[in-house]
């Protein structure tokens, strides 16, 4: 069943609760992760490494130029830095004025890399900018992957916005009409999937736009899905450990929006 609670009863009164325009920020120049706190890099069989990017930001673009490092927490990572993994350029990125941010290069190496996983803690420093007071670690998963065959199969939503509650029990297959699609059986509806589509290298999900087939007669529209308007919100999903996160916003057209939500999933 839907969140009939959420649905009809939590946006009151659903104009007020439309995606409002970013304040602009006017505060001092200072770093954080601004693309998501953490994500899964991947390594083929038939490579030899492969490379993942970290994107960081200033909360405003800087005025002059800055080098900013990225500085690997090895207390807290199972990863060894120089054995699995290395940070390309010496770990440093080069931030020009008026930018405002940048990426850094993980090289994930493939000999000893295992399907189970290790995981890298990174952290911003920079002697001529500030940190911010949020978003200041980075968590990397790194992994030998597996095939998209190992994945699909039976999965226990453990979180969830759109049913009544965690712990339902969906089938995740393969769509064979289109090449790199996933469908979560009967997650709508009955007879109603919930389309996916995702990277084959990254294991990063794109969510179409698509009716949930949900009518909402208060305001005389489908519930419609589609992705997080939020970009520190990343969908993906790990071919080894057969876990998904997606952040689906959910919206009704030319009426507003119930907001970015999260449904995750784990393999049974």
Request: charged letters at 15%; hydrophobic letters at 35%.
């Amino acid at each position: 069943m839907k969140n009939i609670f959420y649905l009809l009863l939590g946006c009151l009164f659903f104009f007020a609760c439309k995606d409002s325009e970013a304040d602009i920020y006017e505060g001092d120049t200072m770093l954080n992760f601004n693309k998501g706190v953490s994500g899964n890099g991947f390594v083929l069989n038939s490579q030899t490494y492969s490379d993942y990017k970290i994107s960081y930001g200033s909360l405003k673009a800087v005025q002059t130029n800055h080098s900013v490092k990225l500085v690997f927490d090895a207390s807290n990572s199972t990863a060894v830095q120089g054995t699995d993994f290395e940070i390309l350029n010496n770990a440093t990125d080069d931030l020009s004025a008026g930018e405002t941010g940048g990426e850094f290069t993980i090289r994930i190496y493939k000999a000893p890399a295992v399907q189970s996983g290790k995981t890298a803690v990174f952290k911003l420093q920079s002697s001529s900018l500030m940190n911010a007071g949020f978003d200041q670690t980075y968590t990397l998963n790194m992994s030998l992957t597996c095939p998209v065959t190992s994945f699909v199969g039976n999965f226990t939503n453990t979180a969830t916005w759109w049913n009544s509650g965690p712990g339902g029990s969906y089938e995740i297959v393969e769509n064979p009409a289109v090449p790199n699609q996933l469908l979560i059986k009967d997650f709508w509806d009955f007879g109603i999937d919930l389309v996916l589509n995702y990277n084959p290298t990254t294991f990063v999900v794109s969510i179409p736009d698509q009716n949930t087939g949900y009518f909402v007669t208060q305001y005389n529209g489908y519930i419609w899905a589609k992705p997080s308007t939020d970009a520190a919100q990343v969908s993906t999903f790990n071919p080894c450990t057969r876990q998904m996160t997606l952040y689906i916003n959910y919206y009704i057209p030319s009426v507003g929006s119930y907001g970015n939500q999260t449904e995750k999933f784990v393999g049974l």
